[in-house]
């Protein structure tokens, strides 16, 4: 149910002016650290570490299953990025998707590409047979929150908690 995001991709690139958004590759790696660096200088949880950043990409493209990693791509350069992993939700008796790192290059905000990295990442959780998505969002990117609504994403009463682990970041290879 769960294979290579690439092997699942229904086949149709999605395009917006020139814009691909296609399932991330290795060579797409440092173009995504960057992304990811971009959206961490405003997200107040995480700073940014380029090698985790890069170890955590690399990991999402070594072990597929369950988990969604695709670019917007113009002109053979990465502009935007998303990334879902699939998890089991008892409220929902089935599985649901945590949709995180969605990010567009500046220069390339509002042109419709943070709406087809969504819209992908939609299509293929629906092809995962997932019953909910959830994305975190940080409570003080305005921007970000507001395009979230748009595209219908409704605030719940949840909040996110977090604590670190003391465990080998590769520990689930063993």
Known sequence: MHGDAITLWKGNDFMTTGVVIRPAQPADIEAMVE????????????????????????????????????????????????????????????WKALIEDVVVGEAFRGLGIGKKLLGAMEDWAEIQGVRRMDLLADRNNATGLEFYNHMQWRKTNLIALQKHGKGNLHRMEE
């Open 35 to 94: 992304l990811v660096s971009l959206l961490f200088t405003v997200e107040e949880d995480f700073s940014v570490d380029r090698d985790k950043q890069r170890c955590g990409l690399e990991m999402f493209l070594k072990y597929p299953t369950g988990r969604c990693l695709i670019v917007a791509e113009q002109q053979e350069k990465v502009i935007g990025m998303c990334s879902a992993q699939i998890l089991i939700s008892t409220a929902e008796g089935g």
